[in-house]
């Protein structure tokens, strides 16, 4: 099983998890200062092409950066699902990213290399950082004006690889090479503006640039775990809960939890389409199984206390369902014990008899039992039983839910 | 006389630790390579990214939560952070930002780099840099909020785990900076 990241929050107290942050952030700031990115004059020279080094070790540290992720999820070391990856906004993005660049050529710092610049006494840095606190103000009193365009052309968790369609190891095929294409033209333009000497520059650099390409190659070989593969690392363990029927949580349970204002309850209803308008539960969203794949992300991305239940007639399909949502890692999700059968059994009233013409004889797997007159929909009282017209009977509780792993907001918060 | 000895001693401490010889940067391919084992190392562990503007961020929000409680309670942006009994600075992004602060300060340390000094192109003057760095930051900080991220965590965190809009946010950066480092050649050359 994936145990990256790990769920820091749940094993460490919460000093424990301050301190591994601090410790990031000094070497994140070690690292800054440590390349000279301290000195706005060396910064700014990167726009006229006399000193690369930003360049340089911005791009070499996204490319090892992604190299390392990528590898690290192809061997199933880490869970790329529970990594934070920033959704795309579009148009607000852009024009951000354009304001960012007018204020690096202006104020000769990014806010990162600022507190570096600050933290070694920098007047220049000072400065910059009481602009960019009165920046974050004015953004604060006046964002609100335009809400659609600060939260519009939203695109959720969009990849590169979504994007253009491709696998990751050719994405990151691509992404190196485009850096070491990068590096190449820049040493150049260093040459020529910058009047550095090439010649004493080291030579590891080529050696690096070939590990970097071999590893992106690699990539493309071993590929990314696929759910069948995710499923067999967990499958010991989640066989085993499904045996020993623990996440098939039974009616009553779920019609309290519908009544339960504190948890975002999902439910998803994978029948096929004829059954779904025939009868289903007030707000149970419609999901064909095949549609389940390209919803992973959504759902990681939910809040924490979310709960997803699955249906279907009876549970074959939905344990299916269940088996690739927590595969890839969706938290909190469990199984309608019985299915829909068992929920109209239990909560039909004279309303539902009225439109019964009987049960089907010689019933398939999986297949809704009654015959319906009349497609009922939501539109009839068993689609969303009030608690105190029936009966309570006892049962044991299963729900148990579980911290988020995945991060909810990344370093915009 | 044991406290003059002592202020005499503590004297020599900062000005050795202050005055130490200056080094040379690092090789610019060596500091990426560190710097993406840094960013891996956030990811590996925690599932989060490097930021900066995002602690800035909720300092600004834990400064006007003091000054004004009231305020900051009718901003829709400044609830999430410091609306009600939020304590804008309890997030994991301000320790990353503290972080880098204390390991600015020891690299500069270490390699007699902490030095109170100006840099700036040889065509203005001091005080025109400050004035020019203030405004900079401001729009720095103000494009970082919109783009939802600045050069650490949308370019650099989201360019690593290859986000679409990440490469949009790095490319419009770098495009921006270009675009008008011919504008503004007389703060620089």
């Known amino acids: 099983m994936t145990i990256f990241p790990l769920p820091i929050d749940t094993i460490f107290l919460k000093i424990g998890v301050y301190a591994i942050y601090l410790l990031i952030g000094i070497g994140f700031g070690y690292v800054l200062e440590s390349s000279g990115f301290n000195k706005s004059t060396k910064l700014a020279a990167q726009f006229y092409f006399k000193d690369l080094t930003v360049f340089k070790v911005f791009f070499t540290a996204i490319v090892a950066a992604m190299l390392l992720l990528f590898g690290a999820a192809a061997v199933g070391l880490l869970d790329y699902n529970l ?9 607000s993005g852009i024009i951000g990213g354009l304001v960012m660049g007018v204020g690096f050529i202006v104020g000769g710092f990014c806010p990162g290399t600022s507190l570096t610049a600050l933290a070694t006494l920098k007047i220049d840095g000072i400065f910059y950082v009481a602009g960019a606190l009165f920046g974050i103000f004015a953004f604060s009193e006046t964002i609100d004006e335009v809400p659609h365009f600060f939260d519009g052309s939203y695109f959720g968790r969009l990849t590169l690889m979504d994007l253009f369609d491709l696998p990751v190891g050719l994405v990151a095929l ?58 067999n690392w967990i499958a010991d363990e989640q066989q085993a809960r499904l045996d020993n029927r623990e996440v098939q949580i039974v009616t009553e349970e779920l019609l309290h939890t519908m009544h339960d204002s504190k948890l975002n309850l999902v439910m998803l209803d994978v029948r096929a389409e004829k059954d779904y308008n025939l009868f289903h539960l007030t707000d149970a969203d419609h999901v064909l199984p095949e549609e389940v794949p390209s919803m992973i992300n959504d759902f990681i991305a939910l809040p924490a206390n979310t709960l997803f239940v699955i249906m279907s007639n009876d549970e074959s399909a939905a344990t299916e369902v269940w088996k690739y949502m927590v595969a890839e890692s969706v938290p909190n999700v469990y199984i309608l014990e019985g299915g829909i059968n068992n929920w109209v059994d239990t909560y039909a009233t004279p309303y539902e008899d009225e439109y019964c013409a009987g049960e089907k004889e010689d019933l398939q797997d999986d297949e809704f039992k009654y015959i319906l007159t009349s497609a009922l929909g939501d539109h009839c009282p068993a689609a969303y039983p009030h608690l105190e017209d029936h009966e309570h009977i006892e049962y044991t509780p299963k729900i148990k839910m579980e911290l988020k792993r995945a991060p909810s907001a990344g370093g915009c918060g | 006389m044991t406290t ?35 960013l891996f190392a956030s990811f590996f562990l925690t599932g989060n990214g490097l930021g900066a503007s995002g602690g800035l961020s909720r300092m600004v929000a834990f400064i006007e939560d003091i000054i004004a409680p009231g305020h900051v309670d009718r901003v829709p942006y400044l609830i999430k952070t410091a609306g009600g009994e939020l304590n804008a600075l309890d997030n994991w992004i301000v320790m990353v930002s503290f972080g880098a602060i204390i390991g600015g300060f020891i690299s500069g340390l270490r390699n007699g780099r902490v030095k109170l000094e100006t840099h700036r ?37 989201g360019g690593a785990t290859l986000s679409a809009g990440s490469w949009a946010v790095m490319f419009a950066i770098f495009g921006g900076a270009y675009l008008f480092a011919y504008a503004f050649r007389k703060l620089w050359n």
């Open chain 2, 121 to 157: 192109g040889p065509q203005i003057t001091d005080k025109q840099r400050w004035f020019y760095a203030f405004v900079g930051g401001f729009l720095f900080a103000y494009g970082a909020r919109l783009a939802r991220g600045c050069t650490s965590g949308q370019a650099l965190s």
């Open chain 1, 174 to 231: 691509l992404v190196t090479l485009m850096a070491l294409f990068m590096f190449w033209g820049g040493e150049k333009l260093e040459a020529i503006y910058g009047k550095v000497d090439l010649s004493k520059a080291p030579k590891g650099r080529y050696i690096g640039a070939g590990v970097f390409v071999a590893a992106a190659i690699g990539l493309i070989a071993i590929g990314q775990p696929t759910n069948a593969d995710r499923w």
């Open chain 1, 83 to 91: 990594i934070w990856v920033n959704p795309t906004y579009l148009w």
């Open chain 2, 4 to 38: 003059a000895t002592e202020v005499q001693k503590k004297e020599g401490f900062f000005k050795r630790l202050f005055n130490r010889p200056q080094k040379e940067y690092w090789n610019a391919y060596t500091g990426g390579l560190v710097l993406g084992l840094v």
